[in-house]
């Protein structure tokens, strides 16, 4: 039996900050920090810095309950997992680019890399959850804690920081735990990283422990699919049809992709993701 530490050997996880977006408590910042090109997802073109023209004095969107019926369907399937509270109230304690105009380039640039910090924490906190990547616990701990911190550090560091080299290093764990994970799956498991599978009809397809990382699924048929513990990470899924789809035990499946989707009543999502308003 390999040797493991033991929970209470382990060092004691930080507390994390929330890693949904929690729109009341930030200053807009992903309607104005960044850019947007005109598309199926975006009615108009709009630069890094700009507020979006359907932003109101308090910060609310003038056309939110109607952003798809309006263009902006890219809107509704962003989500900046928690970053944008936590650059509004955190980083830059209350102050809102209005009322404090010296702070928006900074604050504008500080936006996406914490967005990337936080990707990074929901990712290894998921992790954490799967006993199958036991053998990895210690180090997804470690790189868990040393995230955490950056998520914390001010203003300055967090422009001059360069998440790649963190990146790369959390994605070697990722790997690691997908494999553990899948591992435990019965049989030949599919492998379609990277894969060109847009528009592909796999309506019933057996994808449990399948290798899924960014794979193009856009527009592709997945009804009825059993994707459990399948890789999910970087998947496009835009448009994809996951009307009576198994996800439950996806691997790294995460919130945007989901809103990118197509579903319905029985499409089954693990229990710590939204199913989304538009799934009919």
Known sequence: MPNHPAASDLPALPALPVLQADCANCFALCCVAL???KSNDFAMNKPAGTPCKNLQQDFRCGIHTRLRDKGFQGCTVFDCFGAGQQVSQVTFGGRDWRTHPGTSRQMFE???VLRQLHELLFYVSQALTLPAAAPVHTDLRRALAE????TRADAQA???LDVG????????????TSELVRAKVPGRKKNHRGADLMGARLSGADLRGANLRGAYLIAADLTRADLRTADMIGAD????NLR???LRDAVFLTQPQLNAAQGDP?????PTLTRPTHWT
């Open 244 to 246: 009576g789809a198994d």
């Open 266 to 270: 029985t499409t089954q999502i693990p």
């Open 158 to 160: 967090l422009a001059g």
């Open 147 to 150: 995230t955490e911190e950056w």
């Open 237 to 240: 899924l835009r448009d994809t």
């Open 35 to 37: 850019p947007f090109a």
């Open 110 to 112: 500080v936006f996406p």
């Open 165 to 176: 080299p963190l990146r790369q290093q959390i994605n070697t764990l990722l790997l690691k």
